[in-house]
């Protein structure tokens, strides 16, 4: 059966959790850093390479869990001129690191996401269509056949509405915390995404490679539960049976699909 795990309590305002990086003690920084850059820059590239977004939309974080250091694309810049060296380098409260450009108006979101789930190293979120769809619609992408299943132990939810206070204050990072809030009793490793009503999907994952995929798969996924719902509304969801056989062979410590 599905396990369930506690995210921690939703703070009211943005806290300062992390101590200040020093950066300097370490001379192998830079490299860290570049590297870091690199690995971020190749997963913003694979966005528009899987149409995963349109026009500037979209973005991936990547983190350092050891320095807390997070690399983000830049806000508005293009895909088609994305260097390394553009993406921006912040710390866990927000702090900059590295980079001259603005970082991307979602780092707030993906700020409280890495601090909420502990065990995630990137963050991807688009606008990709189908799964937009089911957002807009305030639907969760119910789990209706194995390809689902072997992604996403069950449905992929959504968040409640965000409430008048929350989109006029600290929008972003508001955000976050609906989604922290959705995964109270989900564990973020079994379910690596969801749905942010009337706005459009995150999923994460171990690196910038693996949160792509899973927002690749996240897509696909969207669009054949569109596609079955519209030749069978009634379709019912994938048997719990079904579910575990094909998350768990995949994912966990009884895995064994796979080389």
Not at 111 to 127: K, N, W, Y
Request: charged share 20%; with cysteine; net charge negative.
């Amino acid at each position: 059966m599905m396990q369930q795990k506690s995210s921690p309590t939703l703070p009211s305002s943005k806290p300062t959790l992390y101590p200040p990086l020093k950066i300097r003690d370490n001379p192998s920084t830079p490299m860290l850093h570049r590297a870091l850059q690199e690995e971020c820059y190749e997963a913003n590239l694979w966005l528009p390479r899987h149409n995963l977004v349109d026009l500037t939309f979209g973005n991936v974080s990547v983190i350092d869990r050891e320095t807390g250091v997070i690399a983000i694309k830049p806000s508005g810049v293009d895909y088609a001129v994305l260097k390394p060296e553009n993406i921006v380098l912040l710390d866990l409260d927000g702090n900059p690191v590295a980079g001259s450009l603005k970082p991307s108006s979602d780092t707030p979101t993906h700020r409280r996401l890495f601090q909420a789930f502990p065990t995630i190293r990137s963050i991807v979120h688009t606008h990709s269509r189908h799964a937009v769809s089911f957002a807009q619609a305030g639907q969760p992408i119910p789990c209706l056949g194995t390809t689902h299943a072997d992604y996403f132990y069950g449905e992929v939810p959504v968040t409640r509405p965000m409430t008048a206070d929350e989109i006029r204050g600290e929008y972003e990072w508001e955000t976050g915390n609906v989604i922290v809030e959705r995964f109270v009793k989900l564990d973020p490793e079994q379910v690596n995404a969801v749905l942010v009503h009337g706005h459009g999907p995150f999923a994460w994952g171990n690196s910038g490679a693996k949160a792509v995929e899973n927002a690749l798969a996240l897509e696909i996924i969207a669009e054949m539960a569109w596609k079955t719902l519209s030749l069978n509304p009634s379709a019912p969801s994938l048997s719990q049976a079904l579910i575990d056989k094909h998350f768990l062979r995949k994912h966990g410590s009884t895995a064994y699909y796979g080389q």
